[in-house]
T-cell receptor, first 114, second 112 residues
Framework: GAGVSQSPSNKVTEKGKDVELRCDPISGHTALYWYRQSLGQGLEFLIYFQGNSAPDKSGLPSDRFSAERTGGSVSTLTIQRTQQEDSAVYLC????????????FGSGTRLTVV | SQQGEEDPQALSIQEGENATMNCSYKTSINNLQWYRQNSGRGLVHLILIRSNEREKHSGRLRVTLDTSKKSSSLLITASRAADTASYFCATDKGAGGQNFVFGPGTRLSVLP
């Protein structure tokens, strides 16, 4: 597609429920990243996928968070047993592997845990 | 602690004035990028500067990099109300890691 597409754009969930966030990167971008941004804060790195290599999961805050990328394209970020502190905007970005043209970000999913 | 930190945290100027934002980082880098974010949503890539470059221009944007001081600056000339946004610098981690690390950002307000 023309840009990075994320869905849903907004998600309100009850504490304890599981949620799935989807990211559809730009065609041809082999690198895909998930970041989290709390209100008024900077971006917190979560996970990075590059081609068929093992993902860099070093930023995932707990084992309730997981992500997969099927077929080297669409990625799903799953948060199990959501907590109120999970409330944030979850941003997905993709890039060419050399990254020199920068990341292209999606518009994000605003997650609110009530 | 942050790899990159922007300064100031917030900046308010009049339309037509220049805006300068600074970024400091701690470890050696290969690349440094600047992004703009409107309304707390997706970031837009503005410019990338490599560690062997000292200055780059793109339209009204001018970015400098001083690797000896581990700092970069973003200058927006002849600012417009539409430049109102948050601006982030992002640094890679040199020899380690594939992801870029973002600072907390500078909130720029351009008053008409």
């Amino acid at each position: 597609g023309a840009g990075v597409s994320q869905s849903p754009s907004n998600k309100v969930t009850e504490k304890g429920k599981d949620v799935e966030l989807r990211c559809d990167p730009i065609s041809g971008h082999t690198a895909l990243y998930w970041y989290r941004q709390s209100l008024g804060q900077g971006l917190e790195f979560l996970i990075y996928f590059q081609g068929n290599s093992a993902p860099d999961k070093s930023g995932l805050p707990s084992d309730r968070f997981s992500a997969e990328r099927t077929g080297g394209s669409v990625s799903t970020l799953t948060i199990q047993r959501t907590q109120q502190e999970d409330s944030a905007v979850y941003l997905c970005a993709s890039s060419f592997p050399d990254r020199v043209r920068g990341y292209t970000f999606g518009s994000g999913t605003r997650l609110t845990v009530v | 602690s942050q790899q990159g930190e922007e300064d100031p945290q917030a900046l308010s100027i009049q339309e037509g004035e220049n805006a300068t934002m600074n970024c400091s980082y701690k470890t050696s880098i290969n690349n440094l990028q600047w992004y703009r974010q409107n309304s707390g949503r997706g970031l837009v890539h503005l410019i990338l500067i490599r560690s062997n470059e000292r200055e780059k221009h793109s339209g009204r944007l001018r970015v400098t990099l001083d690797t000896s001081k581990k700092s970069s600056s973003l200058l927006i000339t002849a600012s417009r109300a539409a430049d109102t946004a948050s601006y982030f610098c992002a640094t890679d981690k040199g020899a380690g890691g594939q992801n870029f690390v973002f600072g907390p950002g500078t909130r720029l307000s351009v008053l008409p």
